[in-house]
Every structure is written in C-alpha cells, then in structure tokens.
C-alpha cells in the first residue's frame, strides 16, 4: 500500500504545473523579504535556475526544492503539490508578505 502512495505522488510530481510551483517559490522568496540573489547564494544555485523556476520555464530538482523547503520551513507536499494541510502556512505567508507592504 505504502509503495502504491508512493508512487502516485511521484507521478504527481511529474505532473505538477512547473508555473504553479514558481509562483509559491517566488511568493515565499518575497514573503521572507529574499532578493533572487540572496536566496540563490544561501542555497548555492544560480539565479538564471531561480528565475527559470520562478517564472515557469522548468521545476526545480527535488535537491534544490529540499534547500528551498527547509530555509522557508515549507513542505515538499505544499511546494510541489499545494496540498491542504499547508494550506494554514500558506495563508501565514500570505498575510506576512502583505503586512510588509503596509
């Protein structure tokens, strides 16, 4: 059973809309107020694969999305798949990044 699941959300990561997952990178990078220049260097990739990611054009490596889920204490099932029961730290970063503008 657990070899079933597993494979499914592997399938899923295949799937999953490369635009989609830029966006809550991109949404998380600004929420912690990270320049794409910062983020990259912490992280040790470059800014043209963060640009990439952010906009769309590729997915990042699970390698490279585990640097980034664990700087901003995400999930892989939240940044891959926007799984629900992250959905409470996605709203917090949402209301973070908003108080920063006010």
Same mark, same amino acid.
């Given at each position: 059973?657990?070899?079933?699941?597993?494979?499914?959300?592997?399938?899923?990561?295949?799937n999953?809309?490369?635009?989609?997952?830029?966006?809550?990178?991109?949404?998380?990078?600004?929420?912690?107020g990270?320049?794409?220049?910062?983020?990259? *260097? #912490?992280?040790?990739?470059?800014?043209?694969? /963060?640009?990439?990611?952010?906009? !769309?054009?590729?997915?990042?490596?699970?390698? &490279?999305?585990? *640097? #980034?889920?664990?700087?901003?204490?995400?999930? /892989?099932?939240?940044?891959?798949? !926007?799984?629900?029961?992250?959905?409470?730290? &996605?709203?917090?970063?949402?209301?973070?990044?908003?108080?920063?503008?006010?």
């Amino acid at each position: 059973m657990q070899a079933a699941i597993l494979n499914k959300d592997m399938k899923n990561l295949r799937n999953t809309d490369p635009r989609v997952v830029g966006r809550r990178i991109l949404d998380a990078r600004t929420a912690h107020g990270y320049s794409q220049s910062k983020l990259a *260097k #912490i992280c040790g990739f470059s800014i043209t694969a /963060l640009s990439n990611w952010e906009n !769309g054009r590729q997915r990042p490596a699970l390698e &490279s999305a585990e *640097k #980034i889920i664990d700087l901003f204490d995400l999930t /892989l099932d939240y940044l891959m798949l !926007g799984k629900a029961e992250t959905l409470k730290h &996605s709203v917090f970063l949402h209301l973070r990044q908003m108080a920063r503008k006010s």
